[in-house]
């Protein structure tokens, strides 16, 4: 029997080479070329070869509808979606080993079958082992209807005849088609897989949501073209020390992207969040030093986080910088700045600035409340009490405005904060019940209010 042929295949374009390279011809990403089994044309072209002749329409003539949202009941998960599940959509929801993909799913599928028919694809555990965990949730799972299979021809036959509205697979990584010779999970398995449920999904107007794997580097495992196959790219993430979980949407053509849904693990699966403000909040019951609230931005949501700052002695010989959750380069930024235009210098400290909670912060507006963390940290004075800051911070020592600056004073009042540090293009026209608002200019005069 002849040697399968072996190509190298590109993780993040699909481009195939004959023989392995650092680099991808096709993409010039270094390090992606995997080593798989060369399909022969016969399987590999005869299915997307068409004669019939398809017309092109004028844009103007196409009628443009919103598209009706199927909500999950599960208020946290239709946020990051966008509202809720789209007929005809295609969901990629990645996270690492137990954190919480399928239970999160399923609770989701109980919820929906009990308005629509839901089919639940099990590729990595046997139905004995859904129903377990069906139990352990306390769900009501007895209208999900469960195929526990991973060939795709069997599963695409399922589809037609149950004719589900919703199908969840879980995983698309398991899953592999008679068509090719490769084994499970590899990039042309992934690609072709993916490719035939989204075009079912389309043809059909079912919704399917694929559960994927993660790589040690914490990118969805496959080629990268699974991302830009799907409508909506979701990511599971969390502290395997903590009991609670963020869900983010880094794609979604039909919702807002970056939005952020909040749960908490517990022994009855993940529980909504209403309130994730708490989450990042320390609650010191008096104030402390290098402690400053700030307000950012999650896709609609205002969200308030505690930044943390210690500024300690450099005992060697280059100072330390170290952020968790933050940008460690704009941290560099902020101390130059503060240093130029309100005379702080920490060139012989060591500075480290923590985000609470855990949560990521890459929006701008959190240079200010960095800058006066760290101030209030180096003079060992804890900044006034019960106030919020954001604004961002540019390199002439200016205070820049940031986006739905109303919004965040709301939340934040409505949150019992008293007052707040704001650039001054951000600040109401209209006073808000409960908050004093201080409009700053200048990074040294939101540093001398908080001398005061």
């Known amino acids: 029997m002849a040697k399968p042929k072996s190509v190298y295949t590109c993780t993040e374009c699909g481009g195939q080479s004959l023989k392995w390279q650092g680099q991808c011809p096709h993409c010039a990403e270094w390090n992606t070329l995997v080593e798989t089994t060369a399909e022969s044309a016969k399987t590999s072209g005869h299915r997307y070869a068409s004669t019939t002749a398809v017309e092109a329409v004028s844009l103007g003539d196409v009628e443009a509808k919103d598209f009706p949202r199927l909500p999950t009941l599960i208020g946290e998960f239709d946020r990051v979606l966008g509202g809720g599940l789209v007929e005809g959509g295609v969901v990629l929801i990645g996270g690492d080993p137990g954190i919480g993909k399928s239970t999160l799913l399923l609770q989701a599928a109980a919820r929906l079958a009990e308005q629509v028919p839901v089919l639940y694809v099990s590729g990595e555990e046997s139905s004995q082992q859904v129903a377990l965990r069906a139990r352990r949730l306390g769900v009501n799972a007895a209208k999900v209807m469960l195929l526990p299979e991973i060939e795709l021809e069997k599963i695409q036959a399922a589809l037609a005849t149950m004719k589900p509205r919703v199908a969840v697979i879980d995983s698309i990584q398991t899953l592999y088609s008679s068509a090719l010779t490769s084994a499970p999970g590899s990039v042309a398995q992934v690609r072709e897989c993916a490719a035939q449920l989204t075009r079912f999904a389309k043809q059909t107007g079912t919704t399917v949501v694929f559960i994927g794997h993660v790589t040690k580097e914490g990118a969805l ?3 990268r073209v699974l991302e830009h196959m799907v409508d909506t790219v979701l990511y599971f993430e969390g502290d395997t020390h903590s009991s609670f979980r963020l869900v983010r949407a880094f794609k979604n053509r039909f919702g807002a992207v970056n939005e952020m849904g909040v749960f908490a693990m517990t022994e009855r699966g993940l529980r909504e969040v209403t309130n994730p403000s708490a989450l990042f909040l320390s609650g010191h019951s008096m104030g402390v030093a ?24 450099t005992h060697g010989n280059v100072p330390k910088r170290l952020t968790v959750g933050l940008e460690l380069n ?31 912060i890459a929006e701008p507006g959190a240079d200010l409340a960095v800058t006066l963390a760290i101030t209030s940290s180096l003079r060992n004075k804890a900044l006034p009490d019960r106030h919020v800051v954001f604004g ?28 707040a540090i704001v650039p001054a293009a951000n600040k109401p026209k209209q006073a808000i019940a409960g908050l004093e608002v201080v409009a700053v200019e200048r990074l040294v005069e939101a540093v001398d209010y908080v001398r005061r």
Do not use: Y
């Open 392 to 419: 961002e911070v540019g390199l002439a020592g200016e205070v820049r405005p940031v986006q739905r600056g109303q919004e965040r004073l709301k939340e934040a009042a409505k949150l019992g904060f008293t007052h």
């Open 221 to 223: 495992a496959g080629p």
């Open 290 to 313: 290098g402690s400053c609230v700030m307000v950012t931005q999650e896709g609609t949501r205002p969200l308030l986080v505690e930044l943390q700052a210690l500024v300690d002695e």
């Open 330 to 360: 704009r941290l560099a930024m902020l101390l130059a700045v503060l240093h130029r235009h309100a005379g702080i210098a920490c060139f012989d400290q060591d500075v480290f600035v923590n985000a609470v909670g855990g949560v990521r």
